[in-house]
């Protein structure tokens, strides 16, 4: 297997990025039902070759600029592997004390890299970190926390309101922006859609939220006798990596008394280099950060890191006690049993792949891999700027650029289905792999540099794939 993965990367640039299948292609090439007797492992991989590969869309082909990057390493692998082989279940301390305890030192380097405030350390007070699968389980836990304490304030402000009233008075406040997984949130910890706030943006803020919009929204709000309860802000959101005014929402979710939560789950990565960790300021302000490593830092999916400063209503909303896992450690709040910070009971040992990452990079190996892509895009953003086709749609802050094809003479439509055209061209025939977003209505090619394998040369060639393709898009309509 080991062979395989390694003859897989190898080979990557030979494969179609995104995978040419149609719905429900592998029906037919598999049996109806499981084997009775056991079969070999060479039939297994007989199979994976001629019959899953086909399926496979390829995140690591450095060919790959799609949606966010989905980093691989070697040392990421080895972490995977580890886990695998030892393949503890760490809910709680004592069910294996190094996952919980490597766990909490390896958030707390990192968090230490990203030089967030201390009250997010684990050494601190009630704060600390976690690893969750991705960065919606983390929005959720904190979205459940926020929710026990305000429905808590609430019942103390002896309103004489009952729980199911307060909670449906709850309101949410991002940006138009912000990811679905916080309306996911929502729908999970019974926060009415309705009053989900996502708060106009447009080009003026470079998409970001605008802190007049938002206090007028909570103001309207709370003369409604609606209760403001969550703001989240967004470091890098994922249409355009716009970054909200951290410092100015937080003071607002301050005056409130919200919960201020910053999804940073892509561009919060760039954070470890010294020149991009001005874009985290407000993060003091913040009730709970969260970023995934699996994203761009290295580290082989899923690995979603959640900082909080004080963990007292994570654990009223998420902790219990069944007399099955009682023991002494537990009993006498010696330790720390991260079952309670998540929504399942079971967890893998995640913390070895992230300290195998930190070991073998090295925060200067980190930091040179961020800044490789950050250039190489930036670079990208010259070539687009170069060719009067094109225009670039939003500021290239940190990897990831956002064009499209100029609009031509005639209607906005014309130019929005010319340039899904393009992007329809472009993954159709493979060679390489770009997404779209829309900003203000306008359709718009995304192109995100961040694959691990990814080097000025293969977006480079991009470039030239890209413009081959508009070339002979447009002498086709001519
Ligand atoms: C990718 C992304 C998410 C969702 O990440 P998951 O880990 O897949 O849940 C959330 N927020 C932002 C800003 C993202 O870019």
Redesign the pocket.
Known sequence: MVDFVADYHRDIESFPVRSQVKPGYLRPLLPDSAPAEPETVEDVFADLWSKILPGITHWQSPKFFG??PCNVSTAGMLGEMLCGGLNVNGFSWITSPAATELETIVLDWLGKLLHLPEEFLSTFGKGGGVI????????LVVMLAARKRALKQVSSAAQGMSEAEALSKLVVYSSDQ?????IKACQVASIATENFRPLPTDASTNFALSPPVVRKAIATDVEAGLIPFFLCG?????SSAAVDPLEELGDIAKEYGMWYHI?????GNACICPEFRHYLNGVEKADSY?M?P??WLLTNF?C?TLWMKDSEFLLAALSNKPVFLRNEATDNNLVVDYKDWQIPLGRRFRALKLWMVMRLYGTSGLQSFIRSHVSSAKHFESLVQADSRFEVMAPVTFSLVCFRLRTLPGSQDNSNSLNSKLVDALNRKGNIFVTHTELSGIYTVRFAVGATHTELQHVQAAWEVIQAEASHLLNGKQ
């Open positions: 949606y966010y969750q699968g991705t960065a919606s389980e983390a929005v912000t990811h679905s997984c916080v967004t470091l890098g959101t994922t999804d940073a789950a892509y561009a969260n995934n699996h994203k899923d979603s």
